[in-house]
Structure formats: structure tokens, C-alpha cells
């Protein structure tokens, strides 16, 4: 069994933390679509528990987290609603929202590979579902936006800095390292490769041979 990171209530307050932020985004990337409040509704819920809903539902811990813990459900739909009056405000500081969507990257690719190992899976497995964690929302969001998918189209390197997390996660169980100390290693080291992807616009590489000034086929 892998040592709690943190206390319950911290754990939870964290969770709600890295809910909100994800929620945020989902809504206001449905107010730059234009759709109406039950699609920002639903966009920040799917943004904020899609990624934690499909790891419980594959390593059997049902009913979900999403659904058995209001607050977890709640949260999404206080943040769709604060962003549907107050959207221009939060347009302004899409830069911090950013910055703590980086902070719920990594932190959830953390709790998620270390959720889906205590439940018997083994650690590449774990790691895959960590990433699925950080991630999944915001495919499902991107999907139902009719947006190419960041995951598939890694402009600022979305998904590789959760790769780097979990897989940091994997190890350090393996090793049987894993404590709140080696967790917040792994979740801070997302964090800043994220944050520096976004500042330098690193990219993963693209097919050999294609150079990025090619223009994109939509």
C-alpha cells in the first residue's frame, strides 16, 4: 500500500482545488464557443471529472468519487456559474488560470497513479492511468467542442509533463520511495515543465522529416 501524501482533509481541499481550476477552463473555452449555460455547465463538469471518472470506472472503484462526494460535483457548477456572470473578469487573469491549471496537472497525475496502484494495478498501468487523469477531461472537453484534441496536438506540451509526473510516481513506488515528499517532487516537476512550455512554446517533435513551419492541415 502506497503512504498517504497528505492528511484526508488536505487531500480533499487540493482535489477541490485542481476540480475548480479545470471546471474554470472547461467554461470559459465554452463562453469563446458561444454556447449556452447548460453547455458551459457541461463543459466544466466534463473538463473538471472526465480524466478522474474514467480512471475509477477502469480499476473498478465505483461508485466514482465524482458521485459520491457532492462537493466534487458541486464545485464544477460554482465555477460554470461564476464564469457565466463574470467571464470578462476572468478572461483577465486566464494567465494565473493557467498557471493553476499547471498546478492541477500535476498534482492529479500524481494522485492518480498513486490511486489506481493501490487498487492492484501495476506500475505502468498506474502511470498510464495518472496520465489519463490529468488529461482525460480536457480531451473529453475538446471533443465536445469540436476541437482537435491538445493531447493529440501538443502545441505546448500538454501531456508530456503529466508523462514526466507519473512516470516520476512509478518509480519512486517501485522503488519504494513514494511519500509526500518524492509526490510533491513528481507534481512540481509537472508543474514547471508545463509552465515552461507555455513560456519557451516547446513542442513534442513532429514526424520525422516535417518541418513545423509546414502549414497544418484542419
Not at 8 to 14: G, K, S
Not at 126 to 136: K, R
Not at 153 to 158: G, H, I, N, T
Not at 192 to 200: G, I, Q, T
Amino acid at each position: 500500500m502506497v503512504q498517504e501524501l497528505f492528511p484526508p482533509d488536505v487531500q480533499h481541499v487540493l482535489d477541490l482545488a485542481g476540480i475548480f481550476v479545470f471546471a474554470t477552463a472547461g467554461a470559459l473555452l465554452a463562453v469563446r464557443k458561444n454556447f449556452d449555460i447548460f453547455g458551459i455547465a457541461v463543459l466544466a463538469l466534463v473538463t473538471a471529472l472526465g480524466g478522474g471518472l474514467f480512471r475509477d470506472v477502469v480499476i473498478g472503484a465505483v461508485p466514482a468519487a465524482a458521485f459520491s462526494e457532492l462537493s466534487f460535483f458541486v464545485t464544477p457548477l460554482i465555477a460554470a456559474a461564476i464564469v457565466f456572470f463574470l467571464h470578462p473578469e476572468v478572461q483577465r487573469i486566464n494567465r494565473a488560470i493557467n498557471v493553476f491549471d499547471a498546478a492541477g496537472l500535476g498534482l492529479f497525475c500524481v494522485t492518480g497513479t498513486t490511486k489506481a496502484y493501490e487498487y492492484g494495478l501495476g506500475l505502468t498501468a498506474s502511470a498510464a492511468l495518472g496520465l489519463a487523469t490529468a488529461v482525460g477531461g480536457g480531451v473529453l472537453r475538446d471533443v465536445l467542442a469540436n476541437d482537435v484534441p491538445s493531447l493529440l496536438r501538443d502545441r505546448e506540451m500538454y501531456a508530456v509533463p503529466a508523462i514526466v509526473g507519473a512516470t516520476m510516481v512509478a518509480l519512486f513506488i517501485g522503488f519504494d520511495m513514494m511519500n509526500a515528499v518524492t509526490g510533491g517532487l513528481a507534481a512540481v516537476t509537472t508543474f514547471v515543465l508545463r509552465l515552461l512550455a507555455m513560456r519557451y512554446h516547446w513542442r513534442a517533435p513532429l514526424a520525422w522529416n516535417r518541418r513545423s513551419s509546414v502549414a497544418e492541415e484542419v
